[in-house]
């Protein structure tokens, strides 16, 4: 990053019907915003919901795995003493539309990519959503052609006040049809308990222990978050030989050595806040299968899975997920379980409760760059103010 930058929000750019608060809103970039770390982790803590805030770690660590190249920016809000209030990562790439030089700014960060909620720690979150709205749209923002939500909710704060927003500029919206994002929520009492999983996994689930036994071969599930290092080659390795084929550069990228010292520091975290956690399935002392997934709070997000293809017929998959879900289910604490997005039948059948998401992406360009940069997202289409996916 460059040298340090500072943009204030000048109060003539928001939203006439928006209630004037004493919360500042500035825009950093460069040094800025490694100063501003502390705080921000100070401000995750008091959110204590994943909903809210990620922490600078997990933003850290969604910059390495997935953005790679480009410009971080941070809105930040302070009410009248200074304080820290709210928190909202950017990324502003070139990357996904390098021909023909367009520029995409998105939220970022590890739970972006669920909620695309504007984190917020004390302050009021609807006045504070309004006004970051209204900036992404303003001629402050960091220069981008296209605004692109990967996945946000459609019955949101967010999602309305940038579409209508958007709208009162004669600014294109695009947005895809539902998705869906599947979540368990274990059952409440004196022990913590899966409200799953459907009868249909559980005798499967009971068929894999016993076709495990049967093969002679010794299959054990533990968590190995604390001896990680020992075993983190091994999980990159699975990643790498699954994902990094199948997805090149769109992987969760466990075997590049950056997101493995980002990992790792997660994992030595011993606050609940926010924690990596890791599991493995061992065949004969081989790690066969991995789950890796970061607490925040009350949540737990669902990072990175796979499976070594050499011991798909002993279900070493399906054991650990049995195995693991039960384990994150009995932490203390613990309200959601967050499968994020997609809907494969192994989410659906552990889930107890879903929610639909959706992609959204807001043409800022003009001309023929603005009809360029439709074109380039071929599966959105045209909506409008008013409208609910989902509905």
């Not at 795995?65 to 820290?84: I, K, N």
Request: proline share 6%; net charge neutral.
């Amino acid at each position: 990053m460059g040298t340090a930058t500072t943009l204030r929000l000048a109060a003539a750019h928001l939203a006439p019907d928006v209630d004037v608060t004493p919360v500042t809103f500035d825009v950093l970039a460069g040094a800025a915003v490694e100063q501003v770390i502390p705080e921000w982790d100070a401000c995750s803590a008091r959110a204590g919901n994943s909903f809210l805030l990620s922490p600078w770690l997990a933003t850290a660590i969604w910059n390495m795995d997935v953005a790679r190249r480009g410009e971080l920016y941070l809105v930040t809000g302070r009410d009248a003493a200074g304080s820290l209030q709210t928190v909202f990562p950017l990324w502003l790439s070139r990357s996904r539309m390098p021909v023909l030089g367009l520029s995409t700014l998105q939220p970022l960060g590890l739970y972006a990519q669920e909620t695309s909620s504007v984190v917020v720690g004390e302050s009021d979150r609807a006045i504070a959503t309004d006004r970051v709205a209204e900036f992404l749209l303003a001629p402050e923002a960091p220069p981008y052609d296209v605004l692109h939500l990967p996945t946000i909710d459609p019955r949101g704060e967010l999602f309305a006040a940038l579409v209508a927003r958007a709208e009162r500029h004669a600014m294109p919206v695009l947005t895809s049809a539902p998705m869906i994002t599947a979540f368990i929520q274990p059952a409440r009492g004196p022990a913590q308990a899966l409200p799953g999983p459907s009868p249909r996994l559980r005798r499967n689930i009971r068929r894999a222990w016993r076709r495990a036994q049967k093969s002679g071969a010794e299959v054990v599930c533990r968590e190995i978050s604390w001896d990680w290092e020992a075993h983190q080659q091994a999980v990159a390795r699975i990643d790498s030989a699954r994902w990094g084929e199948a997805q090149p550069g769109s992987s969760y990228a466990l075997h590049d050595d950056g997101v493995q010292r980002l990992v790792a520091a997660a994992m030595g975290r011993l606050d609940r806040h926010f924690r990596a956690h890791a599991f493995a399935a061992f065949v004969d002392g081989e790690v066969a299968a991995y789950v890796i997934c970061f607490r925040s709070g009350p949540e737990v997000i669902l990072w990175s899975a796979s499976l070594d293809d050499r011991f798909r017929h002993l279900n070493a998959g399906m054991l650990l997920w049995d195995y693991c879900l039960h384990e994150i289910a009995g932490w203390p604490g613990v309200a959601r379980i967050n499968f994020s997005k997609g809907a494969e039948r192994y989410k659906l059948d552990w889930s107890d409760s879903a929610c639909g998401v959706c992609e959204l992406a807001i043409v800022r360009a003009t001309g023929l760059r603005r009809r360029r940069a439709i074109a380039r997202f071929p599966d959105l289409s045209p909506a409008s103010a008013g409208l609910h996916i989902g509905d």
